[in-house]
């Protein structure tokens, strides 16, 4: 989500059906630098607002569902920007961008901290970088879907609709996604939801609760859990 979101948006706003249609041509030069600046800018504003949010969002609803409130924000963004067109103006644009950066920063946030939680260890960083190169994937993606669209299609409105569509791929794979994975064990029992915790970590390691391996990692997870309440509250 946030490596295509970042970069499909400059060559989109570049493509001449995308000016054709906002009518582009009635703006200076330096009012159209503008009008660009403040489509870029709005989803990094709204990705600034959104990583404070996801610390109440992780906190309060957990790491599995505030990731899928902040991917249903997102496609909810995608879908303004889809409903923008040269009657109703850039308005829709600007609030889709918002809530696109809103549920990016969000879920960027909150994306490393479900991961640690879950992996084992001996794998947590390789799966941190594998979260890491989805993002930059995101980033080809992107300029690769604006040069196939400016070089096999001929301008129209739906030339520069389906960069703006194909965000909703990736972030409705994960919000799909996110129904078949569980809640961070580790956020469970920090909620005192033992029994639940125990479950959710016996399904996501595949191992009896009573498996050495199993006993070290809880007896892991209550000791920081203890230390954390000790030194922070």
């Known amino acids: 989500m946030i ?14 059906s995308f000016k054709t249609e906002f009518d582009w041509a009635k703006y ?3 009012e159209s630098d503008l009008i660009s600046e403040n489509i870029v800018s709005c989803y990094q504003a709204g990705a600034f607002f959104g990583a404070f949010f996801a610390y109440a969002a992780g906190h309060y609803l957990g790491r599995k569902k505030g990731l899928q409130v902040f991917s249903a924000v997102f496609i909810l963004g995608a879908g303004l920007m889809l409903g923008a067109n040269g009657e109703r103006g850039l308005g829709l644009l600007y609030a889709g ?3 696109a950066g809103i549920g990016v920063g969000g879920a960027s946030n909150l994306t490393p901290i479900y991961i640690s ?12 970088g594998l979260y890491e190169m989805g993002w930059q994937i995101g980033g080809v ?4 879907i604006n040069y196939g669209v400016s070089t096999t299609m ?8 389906i960069p703006f569509a194909i965000q909703l791929i990736p972030a409705g794979l994960m ?3 996110l129904f078949f994975i ?17 479950k959710n970590l016996c399904w996501i390691r595949k191992l009896d609760t009573h498996d050495v391996y199993m006993l070290e990692e809880v007896s892991a997870i209550d000791a920081a859990l203890e230390h954390q309440h000790a030194t922070v509250g």
């Open 3 to 16: 490596g295509y979101d970042s970069a499909f948006i400059g060559g989109s706003i570049a493509l001449a």
């Open 28 to 30: 200076s030069p330096e």
């Open 97 to 99: 961008r918002t809530l």
């Open 117 to 128: 939680e879950l992996a084992p260890p001996a794998i947590r960083g390789r799966l941190v």
């Open 141 to 144: 993606v992107g300029f690769w």
């Open 154 to 161: 001929k301008p129209s409105r739906e030339q520069w609709l």
């Open 175 to 177: 919000f799909i996604g």
């Open 182 to 198: 569980r809640e961070s064990p580790r956020w469970l029992m920090s909620r005192g939801q033992r029994a639940k915790a125990l």
